[in-house]
């Protein structure tokens, strides 16, 4: 028999449950006394924030499946009767569709500053690959999930998005046709996206857990972007980062209130407000707004498989990263030349997007291949040349003190003055 | 490397001046922006307007356009009372399922009945207006852009086709509209409804009615979410400074 669990705590029945599945001790060990870096800045609150948004769509979406009906000839009438006669029925429902644009505002911005602070740099890989994992299954959920109210931008979405497949060569056409099961997006089609959209959150949840498993093997990042030296340099994650990260959630409810109260159909698109029909084309067809720059990637190359795989490659790059960046500088701050490429980076995305809501005509097409060309230029050339050619400032000695060690008039790493190394910190 | 902000802004920039690049072509003019009063987050329907703008879709709209997602016990949510949604909606008869030999027949509507939809089917609604279907008008604010604006204009915007521009056969100039012909004639005329409330009844008038009425039909639950709203906003901003303070306190001895 395997030895029972010393217990700590006190009350008898925690004590009695924890000395046979020490799941209190666990949460004491990974979210109560574990040591986190103590200089976060309020970037750090995204990845809380991501959770909470996942809990927030499981929650709703739950109740909403219990209204929902996945056939081709009900399932918009079963949304609108959510939406007037289901008790609180729009407010679960523009929770739940408002709140998959906050998921992915989070998510983009907790992968902007793994990117910025070097978070994915050793040994930190697989923690970002396995982020990177929860973002194309997040893609997945949220395609499926838009299919569900069948309006037209459902209807028109799903052709055009699995169409995508039929570029293959050979076998396209056979995969779309089996993706549908039929010849078309039919009802088949919806019910087979309602069952993934409900199961793949789940498994996000899975995913999830093994990201932070791996998060908590090697601790987090920091803005310094240096490695935590002693005791000195972090704080229990209780109650410093509790505190911290329920001030982020109360904003992030605060933005998120004033979407749902009072613009509800603010980021939704008219067009799916009209049931689906096979026989009318929307003038325009736009996915969702997360999606606008991969799809302004996919529309830049005038050729169809090229523009499917250049789409997946945008995002397969992001695997590669750790490994594309060659500086062994982390964050940001020390790397004067790649602080002001990831602006160009970040702006090539922002005109991305702004470009797949327009039609790809005229400057539409120019600006979207020029932004294009940047993304990949980026990942793909710049990132593995700068590392090398990227004098990188001088890296403070340790978090606790961030104090700048200045290479004296006179060039090389000279001793310190007296002062600068005098006595470590008694206490944080 | 100072260049890199530059060309982040130029990338920006560049795309922020796209539209003007772009020859504006035969689009159809947006419609004149309206001060409505169910606008910003305080906003609320306008009870008489809605009644009245109901009068216009029962007399008018609802000859051609169907309202399948609303129920006649909707209306008492525009302040009619529960013998006048009765009276409203046992003026239509409706399918009433099958008689006792099996033989289909029809009933006076109960308050617990859809609208009536004035065609049997999509087919029956084309056939009788030249080929075109007029669409269900259950969410047509929530379902063109800027909706009410845009329902509004298009009400208004009839005119003569300017010269050179040849209407088909069955079709009306417009010009809010997209393409700027349309197959619904000019459906409001100045005195098309009598008002109970002696409201004149100008195009105008009858259209602003009619709008307040159809962005209620889309989206009847909007006064209760917006003083919701309101509620959970105050609590959300009272409750992010309890936390900062708490915060801060927590906080107090590191650095």
């Known amino acids: 028999m395997a030895g029972l669990h010393k217990s700590e705590f006190e009350n008898p029945v925690v004590n009695w449950i924890d000395t046979r599945m020490p799941i209190f001790t666990m949460m004491q060990k990974e979210y109560g006394s574990f040591p986190t870096p103590k200089n976060f800045n309020y970037f750090w609150n995204f990845g809380a924030l991501a959770m909470i948004s996942l809990a927030i769509m499981i929650a709703t979406g739950v109740f909403l499946a219990m209204n929902y009906t996945a056939h081709t000839t009900l399932a918009f009438d079963s949304v609108e009767r959510i939406m007037r006669d289901v008790n609180y029925g729009w407010l679960l429902r523009y929770v739940h569709a408002n709140g998959a644009s906050m998921f992915f505002i989070v998510v983009y911005i907790h992968i902007f500053r793994a990117m910025y602070y070097g978070s994915y740099k050793a040994p930190r890989e697989l923690l970002f690959m396995l982020g990177v994992v929860i973002f194309l299954m997040m893609m997945a959920t949220a395609f499926m999930g838009y299919v569900l109210p069948w309006g037209q931008m459902s209807y028109w979405g799903a052709t055009v998005i699995t169409n995508l497949f039929s570029a293959i060569p050979v076998v396209g056409e056979s995969i779309v046709t089996w993706l549908w099961g039929g010849f078309s997006v039919d009802n088949p089609t919806l019910n087979r996206f309602y069952s993934l959209h409900y199961l793949m959150p789940f498994m996000i949840t899975g995913v999830v857990f093994l990201h932070i498993v791996a998060l908590h093997i090697t601790g987090s990042n920091n803005p310094l972007g240096i490695d935590v030296k002693s005791p000195q340099d972090t704080l229990p994650f209780h109650p410093y980062y509790t505190a911290k990260d329920s001030i982020g959630i109360c904003v992030y409810l605060l933005v998120f209130a004033c979407i749902v109260f009072f613009a509800p159909n603010w980021l939704n698109h008219p067009d799916n407000s009209i049931p689906a029909n096979p026989l009318v084309t929307p003038a325009h067809i736009v996915p969702e707004w997360y999606f606008l720059p991969f799809y302004a990637i996919l529309r830049s190359v005038p050729n169809k498989l090229g523009g499917v795989i250049l789409m997946f490659s945008s995002i397969a790059v992001l695997f590669f990263l750790p490994w594309l960046d060659t500086s062994p500088v982390r964050s940001s701050r020390f790397r004067p030349i790649y602080k002001q490429l990831i602006l160009v980076m970040v702006a090539s995305f922002l005109v991305l997007g702004y470009v797949g809501g327009k039609p790809p005509e005229g400057i539409y097409v120019v600006l979207g291949r020029v932004a294009t060309a940047y993304w990949f230029l980026h990942f793909l050339v710049l990132l593995p040349i700068l590392g090398k050619l990227e004098k990188p400032l001088p890296l403070p000695e340790s978090i606790s003190r961030p104090v700048v060690r200045r290479p004296p008039p006179g060039g090389g790493g000279g001793p310190l003055p007296q002062g600068a190394t005098a006595k470590p910190m008694e206490k944080s | ?255």
């Open chain 2, 1 to 255: 490397m100072r260049f890199a902000p530059a060309v982040a802004l130029g990338l920006l920039a560049s795309a922020a001046l796209a539209p003007c690049a772009l020859a504006q072509g035969h689009e159809a003019v947006s419609g004149p922006k309206e001060p409505w009063s169910f606008n910003g987050p305080f906003g609320t329907f306008d009870r008489a307007s809605m009644q009245r703008g109901f009068q216009v879709y029962k007399e008018v709209c609802s000859n051609c356009h169907s309202m399948k997602e609303m129920y006649y016990r909707n209306l008492s949510a525009i302040g009619l009372s529960e013998e006048q949604v009765k009276a409203i909606a046992a003026s239509v008869t409706v399918p009433g399922g099958t008689d006792d030999s099996g033989q289909p027949v029809e009933r006076p509507a109960l308050p617990s009945d859809h609208f009536r939809s004035p065609f049997a089917n999509d087919k029956a609604a084309r056939a009788a207006n030249g080929g075109a279907l007029p669409p269900d008008q259950s969410l047509i604010v929530k379902a063109r852009e800027n909706g009410p604006d845009y329902v509004h204009a298009l009400l208004n915007g009839y005119r003569d086709p300017p010269p050179g521009v040849k209407v088909s056969e069955g079709q009306y100039y417009n010009i809010y509209f997209p393409g700027n012909q349309l197959a619904m004639a000019p459906p409001l005329q100045d005195g098309a409804v009598t008002y109970a409330d002696g409201t004149k009844a100008t195009v105008d008038q009858m259209s602003r009615d009619v709008v307040q009425f159809l962005t209620w039909t889309s989206n009847p639950e909007m006064e209760t979410r917006k003083r919701m709203g309101v509620k959970i906003v105050i609590f959300l901003a009272m409750m992010t400074g309890l936390t900062y303070a708490v915060k801060k306190k927590v906080w107090k001895d590191v650095h």
